[in-house]
Every structure is written in structure tokens, then in C-alpha cells.
Nanobody, 113 residues
Framework: QVQLVESGGGLVQPGGSLRLSCAASGFRFSSSAMSWVRQAPGKGLEWVSNINSGGGSTGYADSVKGRFTISRDNAKNSVYLQMDSLKPEDTAVYYC??????WGQGTQVTVAS
């Protein structure tokens, strides 16, 4: 079955960086587009970024463009989100997503001083 396991979240000061990882299994990862979404406290899900199967095409929400970088390693069945210049409004639970219906348990990112 599809399994997605996120890691790498934590508490960071404004302006800091974090790198999220998502380990995938149970489907043909190397042939699949992947995305990151987030949910801030009291808010709905927000799409953050996506990447095509080969890694050559990416997209970003305006709120994170220029600060976040998505990447993948198909040999490791993993997708990553490098987050730089973090802001308090980036505080959320971050999920990696496969297709429209599969995501992991999420990893908490808190940006605060």
C-alpha cells in the first residue's frame, strides 16, 4: 500500500532554514509527480510546491517562491523541501502528497523567536 513518511520539521527562528524529507513506498515513485502541501493552525490545506516525475519541472505557491526549493531522489524514493528565509506565517503541518488522495502523517514546522 502507499506509504508516505515525512520528517525534518521542528522549531526554527525567523530567517532560518529547514529541510523536509518524505520517504515514499508502495507505488512507482520514479513515474509519479509529487507535491508538498501545508495546513496552518485553523486554516485549510494550502498547496506549496510540486515536482514532476523526473524532477525537471517544479512549481511553487507565490507565498514561498524564491524561498523554498523542491527536489527528489528517485533512487531513494524520496522528495525534499528545502525551506529558507522562513517566516512565522510558514508555521504549519507539512505533508507530502501523491496523487489527490495520499499523504503522510505530516511534520510540524514552527517558525518563532
Amino acid at each position: 500500500q502507499v506509504q508516505l513518511v515525512e520528517s525534518g520539521g521542528g522549531l526554527v527562528q525567523p530567517g532560518g532554514s529547514l529541510r523536509l524529507s518524505c520517504a515514499a513506498s508502495g507505488f512507482r515513485f520514479s513515474s509519479s509527480a509529487m507535491s508538498w502541501v501545508r495546513q496552518a493552525p485553523g486554516k485549510g490545506l494550502e498547496w506549496v510546491s510540486n515536482i514532476n516525475s523526473g524532477g525537471g519541472s517544479t512549481g511553487y505557491a507565490d507565498s514561498v517562491k524564491g524561498r523554498f526549493t523542491i527536489s527528489r531522489d528517485n533512487a531513494k524514493n524520496s522528495v525534499y523541501l528545502q525551506m529558507d528565509s522562513l517566516k512565522p506565517e510558514d508555521t504549519a503541518v507539512y505533508y507530502c502528497r501523491y496523487g489527490g488522495n495520499y499523504w503522510g502523517q505530516g511534520t510540524q514546522v514552527t517558525v518563532a523567536s
